[in-house]
């Protein structure tokens, strides 16, 4: 499989009045041709910076430190010119609010066909030709009529469903998608999903899925990450992570979430305190003030990712995690 | 059986839209909530949900009588609310409080939280000196998971759950026998809505309160849930207890909902076959005729746009409004 984009130690700070702020620390990975993966984190788990900052859109304060390759082309420290040509063509990017990810004061036909004009050299009536072909796939009623509309006229699952169909224009070879269904009620969410199921099968576009939503990412993604204090703290396959947690945060996340599909029970479980401040992360490892088996190791030594399975790795020094979730009282706490 | 506690009847809240007219305007009526009907027992949590533009937080405020209702009956502890003067709801107010989804929203930026959760016992118990009422708000924060140590900080200087925590003490400590939760942990991360939804429940527990749970999150709403209702539009398609509503809900929009909800299991999330409901929401301004669910509704046949249909007990406890009512013919999740 190749590799759409290779993530190579990428950190991402931030200059605050309070000294530098560590969003991201430096995260590795790949997203291959035609996978969907998922980047599972809680506000302020750094998910969302990682790729604004792949995509070269961090606030004015921020810096990206590390490589994020494109197809082999450093896309940190491009000049903004040369990332123009593949925003919105090669990579391409949904938003949460679809209200603000569109112009208020355009029409949507104008924000639809700007990019084919811009990047494909389109003429004006074969743009409006392919934005209608792409508002039919995202089965949008009454196309042709949408596109002299203007965004707030629009409800917020047609407002997202326009989002997607302005990506998928330029027939991206990456779509970020960033919380794309959290804004939305219950019933149009499932409308989304199935949208982007079906668009998973039909373009070939790789797909990352930033979310909090665990159930969101059983449904779409082949690979997981779960990020914590700007740090991932357990990769695999979707089957590993929901299955086989291996770290203590991804079990705890899963574990907290109240199903319709298990025995309701009288007591969820909860994960102990606070999301870390990120400008007062601890030494050591994120999690150890909110881990049910932190040990002396956690504080001193920062865990790195490790192999527990093929293509399962997690960042803690546990060696086995043994129904801590069931049993929080008797963890059988083996340290390597 | 326990003792009814709230009894909700017919209520309408109806707001007046400007819609046109040059000098005399000429208005048409949102029907937020129209004809709700319901009770709460003591000591019962009713779940109740819907999409944005259900009218669930309308109802809440309404019950409250923090909006005017335009039509109904509300008797909470046996005396009406609806329709008598401001001073009589004051006083019922002691008993009855809410907590807001937006917890740094609802907080006053400038009060410690201290004062935050003392001021019900400054409008409500006058008589206290200042050291019994601190003693009060230690008590209580102590009870909701706040360090006893921060009653001199400002609201700002907590996270997110930290702020739920404290506006539901703010709403404990009058010990009232009804709490409207109004998405208390929609705006929370996940790990902890874990916490504030224990947090509820144990509360409820030791004090025998009872709760009116608003919330979109159908997975929530079971945990918590004894009775659930679900509205649509301003009215009410299916009341029932939790266990008939999840494990056999009869109306077709109960039934889309919990099949809508995303599972956080990959085998079943990707096998499993939807119900996914065309189109949006209509507007409440302009209602479907009939039944309002019928622009969305798989089963919709004709007498759904010209005959409303009217809630009726199916089985045992459970109310469903619709012309085709029936299990559902799939599994559903």
Redesign the interface.
């Known amino acids: 499989m190749t590799a759409v984009l290779e993530v190579r130690d990428l950190s991402v700070r931030f200059a605050t009045p309070d000294g530098e702020v560590s969003a991201v620390n430096g995260v590795s990975f790949d997203v291959n041709e035609g996978e969907c993966v998922g980047i599972v984190g809680?506000?302020g788990s750094g998910k969302s910076q990682l790729f604004m900052s792949v995509m070269g859109l961090l606030a004015r304060n921020g810096r990206t430190l590390g490589s994020a390759k494109y197809r082999g082309t450093e896309l940190v420290g491009m000049p903004v010119k040369e990332l123009n040509k593949i925003r919105g063509d090669k990579i391409a990017m949904i938003f949460q609010d679809s209200m603000t990810g569109l112009t208020p004061h355009l029409r949507i036909g104008r924000q639809m066909t700007e990019v084919l004009v811009q990047h494909k050299g389109m003429s004006e009536a074969q743009a409006v030709k392919r934005a209608l072909d792409m508002l039919n796939l995202v089965r949008i009623?009454e196309a042709a009529r949408r596109l002299a509309q203007y965004p707030h006229e629009l409800?917020g699952?047609?407002r997202q469903r326009i989002m997607i169909a302005m990506a998928l224009l330029c027939e991206p070879e990456l779509l970020i998608a960033d919380e794309p269904t959290t804004a939305l009620?219950?019933?149009?969410?499932?409308?989304i999903?199935?949208l982007m199921a079906d668009l998973k099968r039909v373009t070939k576009a790789a797909i990352v899925l930033i979310t909090?939503?665990?159930?969101?990412?059983?449904?779409l993604c082949d690979k997981v990450q779960v990020m914590y204090g700007g740090r991932f703290m357990e990769t695999g396959t979707?089957?590993d992570i929901?299955?086989e947690p291996a770290h203590p945060y991804a079990a705890?996340?899963?574990s907290?979430?109240?199903?319709?599909?298990e025995e309701?029970s009288e007591?969820?479980?909860?994960?102990?305190g606070?999301?870390p401040n990120l400008q007062r992360l601890p030494k050591a490892c994120p999690f150890q003030e909110?881990c049910d088996f932190v040990h002396d190791r956690c504080a001193t030594e920062l865990p790195l990712l490790r192999e527990v399975g093929p293509g399962h790795t997690k960042a803690c020094h546990l060696v086995s995690l043994q129904n801590p979730v069931t049993d929080p009282a008797a963890p059988s706490l083996v340290v390597a | 059986m326990s003792k009814e506690l709230l009894r909700v009847s017919d209520l309408k809240v109806h707001f007046p839209i400007r819609t046109g007219g040059l000098l005399i305007g000429k208005y048409t009526p949102l029907k937020a909530v129209d004809g709700v009907s319901f009770t709460l027992n003591e000591g019962e949590t009713l779940g109740i949900v819907g999409e944005s533009g259900c009218g669930k937080s309308t109802l809440g405020r309404a019950i409250l009588q923090l909006i005017k209702p335009t039509d109904g009956q509300v008797l909470f502890m046996g005396s009406e609310l609806t329709g008598v003067g401001a001073e009589v709801v004051r006083q019922k107010r002691e008993e009855m409080q809410i907590v807001f989804q937006d917890p740094l929203a609802s907080l006053n930026p400038r009060m410690t939280v201290g004062d935050i959760i003392a001021e019900p016992l400054t409008v409500y118990r006058p008589k206290l000196s200042k050291d019994e009422r601190k003693a009060l708000v230690r008590d209580m924060m102590a009870k909701v998971g706040l360090l006893p140590q921060m009653i001199n900080r400002y609201p700002h200087e907590f996270s997110g759950g930290q702020c739920q925590r404290i506006g539901i003490a703010r709403a404990m400590i009058l010990k009232p026998k009804m709490v409207v939760c109004d998405e208390p942990v929609s705006a929370l991360d996940v790990s902890i809505q874990a916490q504030i939804v224990n947090l509820l429940m144990d509360l409820q527990q030791e004090m025998g309160l009872s709760l009116l749970f608003i919330s979109h999150d159908l997975s929530v709403v079971r945990h918590v849930s004894h009775r659930v209702m679900v509205l649509y539009l301003g009215k009410v398609m299916e009341i029932a207890t939790r266990d008939a509503i999840y494990a056999a809900p009869l109306h077709p929009y109960t039934q889309a909902l919990i099949s809508a909800v995303p599972v956080p299991d990959p085998d079943i999330e990707k096998n499993k076959e939807r119900i996914v409901l065309g189109g949006d929401l209509p507007s409440p301004m302009k209602p479907p005729s009939g039944c309002v669910f019928r622009t969305r509704c798989p089963k919709a046949t004709d007498i759904c746009a010209s005959d409303v249909p009217v809630l009726e007990e199916k089985a045992p406890g459970h109310r469903v409004a619709c012309h085709h009512w029936g299990p559902p013919e799939k599994k559903l999740v």
């Open positions: 809680e506000s009623p409800s699952g047609m009620d219950v019933t149009v969410q499932a409308q999903l199935d909090h939503d665990l159930g969101t990412v059983a449904g979707v089957r929901f299955y705890g996340l899963l907290s979430m109240p199903r319709l599909t309701r007591k969820l479980y909860a994960i102990p606070q999301p909110r």
